[in-house]
């Protein structure tokens, strides 16, 4: 698809951003749109807020030589990561914090990108990490 227009770009990123929440399932409230010009690429780091404890963790970044092109390549990620990636549970909790354990659940590689998915955007030294499990494949 051609897009001609600036508004045709708007209106086909906002359709795509739509496709990917409605695949997920997640509340506009619980999703973010990051994106950041790298070098002439744009860069899409897509983060979900988790309502319960309120923290943000990166879902998945994706890069394309405009917004449309992030957009599709994460629809793209998003439509088969079960497939590709290993299902991890981490279990931390936030220094000085109420002190609760929590438990959250990434889709990575390996335990390195599911950590870094959890450190995204923050201080490594605000969480202490208790235990990361790869799940057994279902």
């Known amino acids: 698809m051609i897009l001609e227009t600036t508004s045709d770009?708007?209106?086909?990123?906002?359709?795509?951003?739509?496709?990917?929440?409605?695949?997920?399932?997640?509340?506009t409230?619980?999703?973010v749109f990051e994106y950041?010009?790298?070098?002439?690429?744009?860069?899409?780091?897509?983060i979900t807020i988790n309502p319960r404890h309120n923290q943000a963790f990166l879902f998945h970044s994706e890069t394309g030589s405009d917004k449309v092109e992030s957009l599709n390549k994460m629809l793209r990620y998003v439509q088969n990561y079960k497939e590709k990636?290993?299902?991890?549970?981490?279990?931390?909790?936030?220094?000085g914090g109420d002190a609760e354990l929590n438990t959250s659940y990434f889709r990575a590689g390996n335990i390195m990108d599911a950590l870094q998915k959890l450190y995204y955007g923050?201080?490594?030294?605000?969480?202490?990490v208790f235990s990361v499990v790869l799940n057994p494949v279902s």
């Open 85 to 95: 990636e290993n299902s991890y549970t981490i279990q931390w909790v936030v220094k």
């Open 29 to 31: 409230a619980d999703l």
């Open 9 to 27: 770009m708007h209106v086909e990123a906002a359709r795509i951003q739509q496709e990917i929440k409605d695949y997920l399932g997640l509340r």
């Open 36 to 46: 950041t010009t790298i070098d002439g690429k744009v860069k899409l780091d897509l």
């Open 122 to 128: 923050r201080d490594m030294n605000t969480i202490t």
